[in-house]
């Protein structure tokens, strides 16, 4: 295949959201999606860039991407947080997961981080398998923990 890795450009943003969408489909979360462009571009782009980006480029179509942002760990110091790994489903198997994944870690590396984290969903096998296949640690014991909008607000109305 013919693309290149490259970072992303706040014109990308609506086909990087519309791969985020895709994700969503996957994972059966079909309406869980709020973000918008304008809201990837501001945060990606703006004054206070709030993660980073980086895309599979076919001649101007977006084929995959990468976004990442900075955490702190009070064990290693700063990380970085993959929030999605996205591959279009036709490209799944062509060895563009591995392109990106390999770009994020060498960013990472430039940055100096300790660490590189994120999450896959338990019954996605195929991305557990390539996650471990690349020396990654699955950690199986560890459960995820949010609290959304609805939530923060009937915690804070309790306190």
Not at 70 to 95: A, C, F, N
Request: hydrophobic letters at 40%; proline letters at 1%; aromatic letters at 10%.
């Amino acid at each position: 295949m013919n693309y290149i890795i490259r970072e992303a450009l706040e014109t990308d943003m609506s086909q990087v959201l519309g791969l985020t969408k895709e994700l969503a489909v996957f994972e059966k979360e079909d309406d869980a999606v709020e973000i918008t462009v304008e809201d990837l571009v501001a945060d990606g782009f703006g004054p206070a860039k709030k993660f980073h980006c980086f895309v599979a480029d076919q001649q101007g179509v977006i084929l995959g991407s990468a976004l990442v942002y900075p955490r702190y760990s009070t064990w290693k110091g700063t990380v970085l947080h993959l929030e999605d790994l996205i591959v279009t489903e036709q490209m799944r198997g062509s060895g563009l997961g591995t392109a990106l994944l390999n770009k994020v870690v060498q960013y990472g590396h430039e940055l100096g981080v300790k660490r590189i984290s994120w999450e896959v969903i338990d019954w996605n096998e195929h991305a557990i398998n390539f996650y471990e296949s690349k020396g990654a640690n699955v950690m199986r014991d560890w459960d995820i923990v949010q609290l959304n909008e609805v939530s923060m607000g009937k915690y804070l109305d309790n306190i």
